[in-house]
């Protein structure tokens, strides 16, 4: 890769000892110090659940004083039942819960892995027509658009809109790469961001400032959403978080650690003032398993 040294065997060395001590401290001793509660998303209220992608509880308190149409008194933390998308798809879309009233608009490729066969009112998977291969991921704009037209012609009793942000690669910060290269990205799981932030290799505030600067790019056009969209309860939270270095953990996956589990919880104030008129992609999902492949790579998933 262009710019990356070569792991010296001493760190090939830490990096091997950092991956017995996430197996063993991770998996086991945490079990002892987390209390989680798994609970499942349906169980709490919601008529619109606006879901970002790897967000941390302390990132979004740190920016949504910036933003008017968050209820700051209203946050609070939860722990999701789930390290990553895949899972949190697979434990919260199952057949003991009803979806026939649910739409559910998402940008996140597992969708086409984990979520099968399920009566939803509407199930739109907008990363299918919508992706950006430049950019590596799915715009946000695309997601408030199809969002904004489910709500107001579907008339669902809850939606869920799955957004992909401040899941790397960033928007606002695309020379840290992670998914903008599909074809050196994508090859493997290890030399993504996470990897390199835990190498060395990365500034930490350069990596923490993308991750926050992702996070006001999703927030500023959710935004928009929230001011085209008539619902009472309207809540933001995420799928699970992300971890930087906190127990020798980096990025998200399955681990049942603070840093990765829990996540934002708040209300946001939404109402349709017919500002914004979305722009409708034309439908289409055909996609090739190649290209379902490509864009999980992008994301860093696949090896």
């Known amino acids: 890769m262009n710019g990356i040294k070569k792991r010296t065997n001493i760190n090939g060395f830490l990096w091997g000892s950092s991956q017995i001590y996430q197996e063993v401290f991770v998996r086991n001793i945490s079990r002892d110090i987390f209390d989680y509660n798994d609970e499942h998303i349906l169980e709490r209220d919601f008529d619109v659940l606006l879901l970002l992608d790897a967000c941390r509880p302390d990132t979004f ?5 910036e933003y008017d149409f968050i209820n700051q008194d209203s946050f609070e933390t939860y722990v999701s039942v789930a390290g990553d998308s895949t899972q949190w798809l697979q434990r919260t879309i199952t057949p003991e819960y009803d979806f026939s009233n649910i739409a559910y608009v998402t940008g996140n490729p597992h969708s086409d892995i984990a979520v099968g066969s399920h009566d939803f009112k509407t199930y739109d998977e907008v990363w299918k027509y919508a992706w950006d291969d430049q950019l590596g991921t799915i715009p946000p704009r695309s997601l408030t658009d199809r969002a904004i037209d489910t709500w107001r012609t579907d008339s669902p009793d809850q939606m869920i809109v799955h957004y992909m942000q401040p899941h790397f690669p960033s928007i606002t910060h695309p020379e840290l ?3 903008i290269d599909i074809e050196r990205i994508g090859k493997a799981w290890k030399g993504n961001i996470w990897d390199k932030l835990r190498d060395g290799l990365v500034d930490h505030n350069e990596v923490w400032e993308a991750y926050v600067g992702n996070l006001r790019h999703v927030l500023d056009d959710i935004e928009t959403l929230v001011n085209n969209l ?11 978080a992300n971890a930087f270095g906190e127990r020798g953990y980096y990025g998200h996956g399955d681990f049942r650690v603070p840093s990765v589990r829990r996540v934002p919880w708040v209300e946001v104030d939404a109402r349709d003032r017919m500002s914004y008129q979305p722009d409708l992609y034309p439908v289409d999902n055909e996609i090739s398993d190649d290209e379902i492949t490509d864009r999980l790579e992008s994301l860093g998933y696949l090896e």
């Open 61 to 65: 308190r740190e920016v949504m004083s």
């Open 177 to 179: 790469g992670s998914g």
């Open 230 to 240: 008539d619902a009472n309860n309207v809540v933001v939270s995420a799928d699970h």
